[in-house]
Nanobody, 128 residues
């Protein structure tokens, strides 16, 4: 079993930046592609970004110019750098240990499904 601890959230003004961290412990050999999901108030969790153990990255298209993901395998930690934050970025951010990319022929694009363990999340509030 894997335990995840997310940190780095907080309250920022629009245009600000935050760096989220997610550190894994326990059965780390089961960790595969790690990723971040965002859950806005009253909405479902949505994919933000993922990164394989080899460093291949996917970022949700609307966020790609503001968010980046990185990973330190030696520390079992994945990071999410969020820049130029907007009010719609408010919500709880969750880390997942096994994000799988599947091609959705109906939408004609890849979807990223969380199949691994979740952390407790870290809250991000963007407000002036």
């Amino acid at each position: 079993q894997v335990q995840l601890v997310e940190s780095g959230g907080g309250s920022v003004q629009p245009g600000g930046s935050l760096r989220l961290s997610c550190t894994a412990s326990g059965d780390i050999l089961t960790i595969k592609t790690m990723g971040w999901y965002h859950q806005a108030p009253g909405k479902q969790r949505e994919f933000v970004a993922s990164i394989t153990s080899g460093g291949s990255i996917n970022v949700a298209d609307p966020l790609a110019d503001r968010f980046t993901i990185s990973r330190d395998n030696a520390k079992n930690t994945v990071y999410l750098q969020m820049n130029n934050l907007k009010a719609e970025d408010t919500g709880r951010y969750y880390c997942n240990t096994d994000v799988r990319a599947l091609f959705d022929s109906g939408y004609g694009r890849f979807v990223f499904l969380p199949k691994g363990s979740w952390g407790q999340g870290t809250q991000v509030t963007v407000s002036s």
